[in-house]
């Protein structure tokens, strides 16, 4: 069973308080209510972003299928500061989800805070590293993956101008694009690239702002960039709606998508002909693996590294567009698995 609760920071606690006691009335699995209950706490824009959060929702939605655990979710909102988000995770843990899995490095010192006040609860955080017993550190090598749509996008391009749409201008997103630049470089060295971030670090509204993506983009686009990838949460529709304004993949423009595979969700459903692929963060798989290692009895803890030897990143094939363009990436991908190639996760 899924609840999803969107309230307004000032009313959480005593909505979470409510919305957990009405919640002992009900079932799953035919009645019994779930042995396991599951906290996620979103980062802003939560379910529905067509990325980042969508892809934890994705994890989340497999345990639901595969062992009826009962769900909390919950969402922040671009204002939260450090006091809100601790809030939140303590409810959750006070109120018997175990585990609670915060998304996003934005909770990293509230989950400081809170993990050694419920030493019993298992934590996990996405694209962060809080040092605690009890606390699943969530990390992936975006580098790699953002590697192999590189390669894809300089194979693709008809211009030899690409573009890199970025949202928070923070390390997270920059190793996104040392990733992309070094894969789009290893198959044309003199391609260039083109980037924009839609926010400085702390700047929540990065991930939100399509407005700002889509200004960006067409600049792109009138500079004769044809193919833009787009790291940015939510603020990556702007793309979308830029490269659809310019006539889309009818015209040879492309997007290329981030976490989620966008091309099959809902969310992005009338962009879909003109995504040719997205860089998978196999945020899913993670959050999977934290709830299966609880139900199984052997919770995770410590520095869990999802790399694409570990199925952790990777790239999308929904589009049979990309068919064509998939052998250089696999090649590619191939010689970084085995270590001949070792991707930067910083720009040079």
Same mark, same amino acid.
């Given at each position: 069973?899924?609840?999803?609760?969107?309230?307004?920071?000032?009313?959480?606690?005593?909505?979470?308080?409510?919305?957990?006691?009405?919640?002992?009335?009900?079932?799953?699995?035919?009645?019994?209510?779930?042995?396991?209950?599951?906290?996620?706490?979103?980062?802003?824009?939560?379910?529905?972003?067509?990325?980042?959060?969508?892809?934890?929702?994705?994890?989340?939605?497999?345990?639901?299928?595969?062992?009826?655990?009962?769900?909390?979710?919950?969402?922040?909102?671009?204002?939260?500061?450090?006091?809100?988000?601790?809030?939140?995770?303590?409810?959750?843990?006070?109120?018997?989800?175990?585990?609670?899995?915060?998304?996003?490095?934005?909770?990293?010192?509230?989950?400081?805070?809170?993990?050694?006040?419920?030493?019993?609860?298992?934590?996990?955080?996405?694209?962060?590293?809080?040092?605690?017993?009890?606390?699943?550190?969530?990390?992936?090598?975006?580098?790699?993956?953002?590697?192999?749509?590189?390669?894809? @996008?300089?194979? @693709?391009?008809?211009?030899?101008?690409?573009?890199?749409?970025?949202?928070?201008?923070?390390?997270?997103?920059?190793?996104?694009?040392?990733?992309?630049?070094?894969?789009?470089?290893?198959?044309?060295?003199?391609?260039?690239?083109?980037?924009?971030?839609?926010?400085?670090?702390?700047?929540?509204?990065?991930?939100?702002?399509?407005?700002?993506?889509?200004?960006?983009?067409?600049?792109?686009?009138?500079?004769?960039?044809?193919?833009?990838?787009?790291?940015?949460?939510?603020?990556?529709?702007?793309?979308?709606?830029?490269? @659809?304004?310019?006539?889309?993949?009818?015209?040879?423009?492309?997007?290329?998508?981030?976490?989620?595979?966008?091309?099959?969700?809902?969310?992005? =459903?009338?962009?879909?002909?003109?995504?040719?692929?997205?860089?998978?963060?196999?945020?899913?798989?993670?959050?999977?693996?934290?709830?299966?290692?609880?139900?199984?009895?052997?919770?995770?803890?410590?520095?869990?590294?999802?790399?694409?030897?570990?199925?952790?990143?990777?790239?999308?094939?929904?589009?049979?567009?990309? =068919?064509?363009?998939?052998?250089?990436?696999?090649?590619?991908?191939?010689?970084?698995?085995?270590?001949?190639?070792?991707?930067?996760?910083?720009?040079?």
């Amino acid at each position: 069973m899924r609840r999803i609760i969107k309230i307004a920071s000032v009313l959480f606690a005593g909505a979470l308080v409510l919305a957990a006691c009405s919640s002992s009335e009900d079932t799953s699995n035919g009645g019994s209510e779930a042995e396991i209950k599951v906290g996620l706490a979103y980062d802003s824009g939560g379910r529905g972003d067509g990325t980042f959060n969508d892809a934890a929702a994705a994890g989340v939605d497999r345990a639901v299928a595969e062992y009826g655990v009962d769900v909390n979710e919950v969402e922040a909102s671009d204002a939260d500061g450090t006091p809100e988000r601790a809030e939140r995770l303590r409810l959750l843990a006070a109120d018997g989800y175990n585990p609670v899995i915060a998304v996003g490095f934005a909770y990293s010192d509230a989950l400081a805070e809170v993990a050694p006040e419920f030493p019993d609860t298992t934590f996990g955080i996405v694209d962060s590293v809080v040092d605690a017993p009890n606390v699943a550190s969530l990390i992936f090598a975006a580098e790699q993956g953002s590697f192999l749509v590189g390669t894809i @996008a300089a194979t @693709a391009s008809k211009s030899g101008k690409v573009g890199f749409i970025g949202g928070m201008e923070i390390d997270l997103i920059k190793a996104f694009q040392a990733g992309y630049e070094q894969g789009a470089r290893a198959v044309n060295p003199d391609i260039e690239i083109q980037v924009a971030y839609m926010g400085p670090a702390g700047d929540n509204s990065a991930w939100n702002a399509p407005d700002r993506a889509k200004i960006a983009t067409e600049g792109m686009i009138d500079s004769g960039v044809d193919i833009v990838y787009a790291a940015a949460g939510g603020s990556g529709l702007g793309m979308h709606q830029a490269i @659809a304004g310019a006539g889309g993949s009818a015209a040879g423009y492309w997007g290329i998508g981030v976490d989620s595979d966008e091309y099959v969700l809902p969310a992005r =459903a009338e962009f879909k002909d003109n995504i040719i692929t997205s860089m998978l963060k196999r945020v899913d798989v993670s959050v999977f693996e934290v709830i299966k290692s609880v139900v199984d009895g052997a919770p995770l803890s410590g520095i869990q590294n999802f790399d694409l030897g570990r199925d952790g990143v990777g790239y999308s094939s929904s589009n049979p567009a990309v =068919a064509t363009l998939a052998g250089v990436a696999d090649e590619y991908a191939e010689k970084i698995i085995s270590g001949e190639i070792v991707v930067s996760s910083t720009l040079n």
